[in-house]
């Protein structure tokens, strides 16, 4: 499998701009989780999907912030308006829970996005 | 709820030495399992290895070993025979064994230098 695929790998854009992160995640796996890494913060997990349906998304900044997952390949995280504060690096993980009995569940990475806002 | 704590943020070891890495947990559940990451520069963050609460022994990949104290719910990476490569920095993790939530919960990262 090729893994978990995130894009862009950089991204340097305006304050006010409209950011889009995407991400594949491994097939067959049923969650999907967006992280931001910030070295004032570390590894913050800002939402996650089962079955492509949100199931937690506390972590998420404020309003400025959204996540879709329209179907099991595919997932975006926007930033609609962008500030100089969202500049972090964002990390999308996959994991597969299904098929019951004991599975350690541990979390894919892809190479993640770093987003600078200027 | 459920908290990791890793208590070095730096490490450093010689070349051929070994190292060992603090995490501590807390938790009321008996169900769980625990991870340690490793990020390298490139910031692809690669499984090093995993522990079941459930298991007694210890698990090891290669180099990597760890010690897992449930009781003190401690859970201590060991890195034998440190290799230039090994440089990154490390992350303790925590996943619930119950309701199938999936999430890790992580430390803050311990980073390690190693000297040649």
């Known amino acids: 499998d090729a893994g978990v695929i995130q894009s862009p790998r950089h991204e340097v854009t305006e304050m006010g701009q409209e950011v889009t992160l995407r991400c594949k995640p491994i097939?067959?796996?049923?969650?999907l989780f967006w992280y931001r890494q910030t070295m004032m913060r570390g590894l913050e997990l800002l939402i996650y999907?089962?079955?492509?349906?949100?199931?937690?998304d506390s972590g998420m900044p404020e309003d400025r912030f959204s996540a879709k997952m329209p179907n099991a390949s595919f997932s975006t995280l926007k930033i609609q308006p962008s500030e100089p504060r969202d500049s972090a690096v964002y990390f999308c993980?996959?994991?597969?829970?299904?098929?019951?009995?004991?599975?350690?569940?541990?979390?894919?990475f892809g190479e993640g996005s770093r987003l600078t806002v200027l | 709820a459920q908290t990791v704590t890793q208590s070095q943020p730096e490490m450093s070891v010689q070349e051929a030495e070994t190292v060992t890495l603090s995490c501590t947990y807390d938790?009321?559940?008996?169900?769980?399992?625990l991870f340690w990451y490793k990020q390298p520069p490139s910031r692809q963050m690669i499984l090093v290895i995993r522990?079941?609460?459930?298991?007694?022994q210890n698990a090891t990949e290669n180099r990597f070993s760890v010690n897992f104290q449930k009781a003190a719910k401690s859970f201590s990476l060991k890195i034998s025979d440190s290799q230039l490569g090994d440089a990154a920095m490390y992350f303790c993790?925590?996943?619930?064994?119950?309701?199938?939530?999936?999430?890790?919960?992580f430390g803050q990262g311990t980073t390690l230098q190693v000297k040649p």
């Open positions: 097939s067959g796996h049923d969650y």
């Open positions: 522990q079941e609460a459930y298991k007694q």
């Open positions: 938790t009321s559940e008996s169900d769980y399992y």
């Open positions: 993790a925590y996943r619930s064994g119950s309701g199938n939530t999936g999430k890790l919960i």
């Open positions: 999907f089962n079955n492509n349906v949100p199931i937690d």
């Open positions: 993980a996959s994991s597969r829970l299904a098929g019951g009995g004991h599975i350690t569940g541990e979390l894919f």
